[in-house]
């Protein structure tokens, strides 16, 4: 069965900076997603970014990029230029392909801002 | 287009007693699945539903049922509540095709039982 890993409960960081939260995961698939969600107190989940397993080039969405290294089953978010609204709950997440599978979330970031 | 929408967004029930919590989907999807997350914990898939069939399903008991309607709407129901049926229950729809379709996520409903 396919696992998620954050090892992180909760991370901090000064509005502005650059913060990296970390996933790791275990899969004996070669095809899959991996994807990182925003829970935040509105409850919503909302995608941040995803990444295709067969993709070598990481995955960036404006502020957010990933570093993802497949062998290693790591898949790490990088937030940059760190904003008030960015406080949430942040979770890592794997899906086999094809897309009709279930999302396998990790237990989840809690990200604190800093004014 | 509309967005997921779940109701209620709170209850609160007693041990043994029955709830029904409904989604109804993103315009244009035609999957539905839902998860249930426990304080502190990420969300754990419970099944899935395509054009009204089920599709697919997590290790949860069969008191945790569901329907989807021709409108694409859906229920879940739960019977016989336990303690630890208290959680934040997801619901998110999706267009399936060939590769990811994009889940959309509800803002839940918030399941209490006392």
């Known amino acids: 069965a396919q696992t998620v890993t954050q090892s992180q409960p909760e991370m901090s960081v000064q509005e502005a900076e650059t913060v990296t939260l970390s996933c790791t995961y275990d899969?004996?698939?070669?095809?899959?997603?991996l994807f990182w969600y925003k829970q935040p107190p509105s409850r919503q989940m909302i995608l941040v970014i995803r990444q295709e397993a067969y993709k070598q080039q990481n995955a960036t969405e404006n502020r957010f990029s990933v570093n993802f290294q497949k062998a290693a089953k790591s898949f790490s978010l990088k937030i940059s230029d760190s904003q008030l609204g960015d406080a949430a709950m942040y979770f890592c997440?794997?899906?086999?392909?094809?897309?009709?599978?279930?999302?396998?979330f990790g237990k989840g970031t809690r990200l604190s801002v800093i004014a | 287009e509309t967005g997921v929408t779940q109701s209620p967004t709170h209850l609160i029930k007693t041990r043994g007693q029955q709830v029904t919590l409904r989604c109804s989907s993103q315009?244009?999807?035609?999957?539905v699945s839902w998860y249930q997350q426990a304080l502190g914990q990420g969300p754990q898939f419970i099944f899935q539903y395509y054009r009204e069939e089920e599709n697919g399903r997590g290790n949860f008991p069969p008191r945790f049922s569901g329907l989807q309607f021709p409108n694409y709407s859906s229920e879940l129901n739960v019977n016989a509540l336990e303690l630890d049926d208290s959680a934040l229950y997801l619901c998110a729809s999706s267009f399936l095709v060939a590769g990811a379709g994009e889940l959309f996520f509800g803002e839940g409903s918030r399941l209490t039982v006392l």
């Open positions: 997440a794997y899906r086999k392909r094809p897309g009709n599978t279930p999302l396998v």
């Open positions: 315009s244009g999807h035609n999957t």
């Open positions: 899969t004996s698939e070669s095809d899959y997603y």
